[in-house]
């Protein structure tokens, strides 16, 4: 995704697969190479994660720890890793970098304790680390980019589905690209979403994707909103950027112009 995005910035791309463009390195299993691509580069951003319920979640820490590593053989430049709002679990508020996590999901659990392990890392290696707690990136996420008919997306007694903090991906990359430029100023957690919380299924009506309303069960999350405030220091967000139809533009642009991985 972010590939399309930034075309003309000296980035080094890195797969486990490689491939036009990319550098093939497993960063768990080749950790000197790791450390050569970091050389001479400002920053490290670790968007490599495993997100399956059913996998072996550790390797999420794993990752960053290695991220790190290389960071601190390149001369202790600044690593991003990509965390989620998962970690917050369920509330009714708009959740700060300040409050207490209690994460539901083995995916939100196992992300916390990669953002403690890695901040542990950090300071004893002389690494600044910023752990972004990303909320739902359009196209990249379980409603759009999971869409298949028919659909069922879980409704609540009050006709509300779920309530989730988004991002688009335009919006993500250049909230990324600023949050890169000053990576030594970045706090060690640090949300990053649009503004507000947006309703699945006016996301997805908005997008023109079919779904039929399912009973919740006792165990879905109705909210899970995020604030920004924190964020607001570093990036900016147009007026209006978290409206369902201001996402599903940018989600749509993106797909258009194939900016598509």
Known sequence: MLRGFWKDRPVSWLSRAGGAGLIANDPLNDPRGLSRAAMGQGAVLCLAGIVSNTADLSANTDL??????????AGGIPVLLSSSAAVYGRGDRSWTEQDITRPESRYGQAKLRMEDHALAL???LSVPVCNLRIGNVAGADTFLAGWRQPFGLHQFADGTTLRRSYIGPRALSDALADLLARGRQLPNRLNLALPGAVDVGELMTCADLAWTPVVAPHTAIPKVEMDVALLNRFHS??????EPSAIIGDWRRWKETGETP
């Open 64 to 73: 960053a720890l290695a991220g790190i590593r290389a960071a601190a053989e």
């Open 122 to 124: 950090g300071e004893k």
């Open 237 to 242: 967000f147009a007026p209006g950027a978290g």
